[in-house]
């Protein structure tokens, strides 16, 4: 009964009406189109100051007289000045030639920025993902520290995204805005995403929000993929090589049609040369052969009461590695050769739909499948997966007053995976099905001019149970340059143990996984307090964060037993906690820096010494940015610190050094690019991790790699010494908007 009335009330909910806020607000322009930052709006008694963000729109927060005159200023000179009106939206264009004589508008944005949102959010756009020279989603992070890209598996590359110090499978992802990566979609999906087709991407922190479901127990990652809307040119081409032999070519078009438009892309990986820089039998890095098509359409336009955008995506995806002898083909473990092939295809589709019902009320759908088709071995160890993966939506959105919107709605998720896993003696055939209805709600709007909220619940049925996630945030704007946020919430997760996991089957030890895997249940709590202010023109931004997080039941493979990996739910909670540091200065046209530190101590009482092993302690990152006039040449420079990691204790017979991995240690990496821009073409070259410093010895036992003693998860280092690259960037038919 209670239940039904939960449900009752948030379906009435789902049908109410609304209405939006007026509020003064403005976009400043070049005659191009292209949104110009950091843009000064004042007034004589200081009544009015604002500052335009990065695609160059401002807000006016406080205003109390009904129009004020406001002088607009770039770079200490002041350029114009128009009448601003209360509860009034202003665009504003600005010759180019007053910009300092500045031909190109678009170098001059910075790579990144704390949203003006009342979540936690910071936001990184295609100029910031340069900076790295990030060829996929997991290379996109190295200039901010509240997101760690980890390396999980030396012999499968595989990688995670971990945040607040606990496993990547905790992080929520995105793609547009729709959880696409869940089980063997997140395994393969931060190696799938292509840097060159990522437009921006939105990093959040703590469980704040659950329009996007029950997961993002301790944050979510949402990558926003390029279109024509927001692409400059209709042709763009990518191409990248490193010391190691591999390369990559991107080409992205971009075309419109009446009301359609439509980007098309595609990427290639071709595989790099095989070394074994420390003669251990092994090669040092896989190798990949991977396609990548993609193709969107967008219909409709802002005055049209229904629009839609509608994508496809294809994957094929090949990665050799083992043993030096061993050459691509069928498993020779019979010739006592240690291979691992993983081959697979993955096609998906999804479905982005608004209409208009009022002027203040609107629906949104969501459709989205994939279908992962995988053949695999390690070693040997042979692992067979089919994945189906669908998700769905209807949300409304709606507000009750000037202070309360609400967005309320359902969704469907059925996720089907059949597995066979067989070695020599054991063929195993599992199968993991689950179907989740559920139905949300979440209130949001503003308390006065200086409090925001949001509150939100929703209810999944899984496996018949159900489950009930609440989530809350409050955000208070002490005044304009200091703000304050709180947020709480719940949240969990299905598993799917082998994708989850993928590491753990890269090894030749003894496999035990739990048929009857419980779901994993989260509660964080988080505190924000963050300054920005304004000297000189130039903006700084200083940001403090407090996390807590506990996961009860989680799952952990556990390597603290000899010959076995045990893979269940651990009956001790694990524990996080977090506080962390960052500072940014922009608006500055020959520099930029930021600098990120984190304090995590991740804790466990099942394991020997109480801590969750591979989970450093310590992680600064430093990064600045140095450009000459015009940005015609650039210089960016990353710095990383990670100290404290710990590995799980390496069980041996005998006195077999043999066994061991390098000893953890902490270490120092430096990473650099420079950029040189023309009109259409930009080229580059740089270095990561130019010390050269590495985990020397990554695998267990490597000379009997047939034994149960031999692994390749025991990391806490680079896995790779200085890799050196370099590309070009050529856009090609600039867009006339």
């Given amino acids: 009964m209670k239940q039904s009335s939960i449900l009752l009330v948030l379906c009435i909910l789902f049908c109410s009406s609304y209405s939006f806020s007026q509020i003064t607000d403005g976009h400043i322009q070049t005659k191009s189109g292209e949104g110009i930052e950091n843009i000064i709006l004042f007034s004589k008694n200081s009544q009015v100051q604002a500052i335009t963000d990065m695609d160059g729109y401002f807000v006016v927060d406080k205003f109390d007289l009904d129009s004020i005159m406001v002088f607009v200023s770039f770079q200490s000179k002041i350029m114009d000045s128009f009448l601003l009106k209360a509860n009034h939206h202003f665009d504003i264009q600005i010759e180019n030639s007053l910009l300092l004589g500045t031909v190109d508008i678009y170098g001059f944005r910075s790579g990144s920025k704390l949203e003006n949102l009342p979540q936690k959010v910071e936001s990184l756009n295609s100029l910031e993902l340069q900076k790295a020279a990030c060829c996929d989603l997991a290379g996109c992070f190295g200039t901010q520290s509240t997101v760690q890209s980890a390396t999980t598996n030396i012999i499968t590359n595989s990688k995670e995204l971990r945040m607040l110090g606990l496993s990547g499978v905790y992080t929520q992802l995105l793609f547009d805005g729709i959880p696409t990566m869940i089980g063997y979609n997140y395994t393969y999906g931060l190696n799938n995403v292509s840097g060159a087709l990522i437009d921006k991407i939105f990093v959040s922190k703590g469980a704040a929000s659950i329009l996007q479901g029950f997961e993002g127990m301790v944050g979510q990652i949402n990558v926003i993929p390029k279109n024509y809307a927001t692409a400059p040119t209709h042709w763009y081409f990518n191409g990248y090589a490193n010391n190691f032999g591999e390369s990559q070519v991107n080409i992205v078009h971009n075309d419109k049609y009446k009301n359609f438009t439509f980007t098309n892309a595609v990427h290639l990986i071709f595989p790099s040369k095989i070394q074994d820089a420390n003669s251990d039998g092994f090669r040092d890095n896989p190798q990949r052969r991977y396609i990548n098509f993609y193709q969107q359409t967008s219909f409709g336009n802002p005055s049209h009461k229904y629009q839609g955008m509608y994508t496809a995506r294809f994957l094929s995806n090949k990665l050799i590695n083992g043993q030096v002898d061993y050459k691509s083909g069928d498993n020779p473990v019979d010739q006592g050769i240690f291979g691992v092939k993983i081959k697979f295809i993955q096609p998906e589709l999804s479905v982005k739909q608004s209409y208009q019902l009022t002027e203040n009320s609107q629906l949104f759908s969501n459709l989205h499948y994939s279908y992962h088709d995988q053949n695999s071995f390690y070693g040997a160890k042979n692992l067979d997966a089919v994945q189906k993966y669908f998700y769905g939506t209807l949300e409304s959105h709606h507000t009750f007053s000037e202070k309360i919107k609400l967005n309320s709605g359902f969704t469907y998720r059925d996720i089907n995976v059949a597995e066979r896993f067989f070695t020599r003696d054991t063929n195993i055939n599992k199968h993991t099905i689950f179907h989740i209805p ?187 940015s140095l450009y000459t006039k015009n940005r015609k040449w650039q210089l960016d420079n990353q710095f990383k610190f990670i100290g404290g990691n710990v590995l799980p204790p390496i069980s041996t017979q005998g006195d077999n050094t043999s066994f061991h991995v390098d000893p953890v240690s902490d270490y120092l990496l430096w990473d650099a690019t420079i950029t040189y821009r023309m009109k259409l073409l930009e080229l580059y070259i740089g270095c990561e991790n130019i010390t050269g410093f590495k985990q020397a010895n990554m695998l267990v036992n490597p000379k009997n790699p047939f034994s149960n003693t031999f692994d390749s998860a025991y990391l806490w280092g680079p896995t790779f010494g200085q890799e050196i690259f370099v590309g070009f960037r050529l856009s090609i038919n600039p867009i006339k908007r």
């Fill in 438 to 624: 559920g139905v949300f709600g979440e209130i949001s709007g503003t308390l006065n001019k200086q409090v925001q909220y949001i509150l939100g619940s929703r209810i999944d049925l899984v496996k018949g149970q159900t489950n009930w996630v609440n989530r809350g945030l409050l955000r208070w704007l002490i005044n304009d340059y200091h703000q304050v946020r709180i947020w709480a919430g719940q949240g969990y997760r299905v598993p799917i143990p082998m994708a989850d996991h993928s590491y753990i089957l890269a090894n030749s030890k003894d496999l035990y996984i739990n048929d009857n895997l419980a779901i994993e249940k989260s509660i964080n709590i988080g505190f924000n307090y963050a300054i920005k202010w304004y000297a000189n023109n130039y903006s700084h931004t200083l940001s403090t964060d407090l996390d807590y997080a506990k996961i009860s039941s989680p799952i952990i493979p556990d390597y603290e037993n000899f010959g076995k990996v045990i893979v269940n739910n651990l009956t001790t909670p694990s524990y996080a906690k977090t506080f962390q540091i960052d500072y940014a200065f922009t608006g500055h046209k020959n520099f930029d820096t930021k600098i990120g530190i984190v304090f995590q101590s991740n804790k466990n009482e099942h394991f020997s010494d109480g801590r969750i092993p591979f989970f450093p302690l310590t992680r600064i990152n430093f990064s600045s």
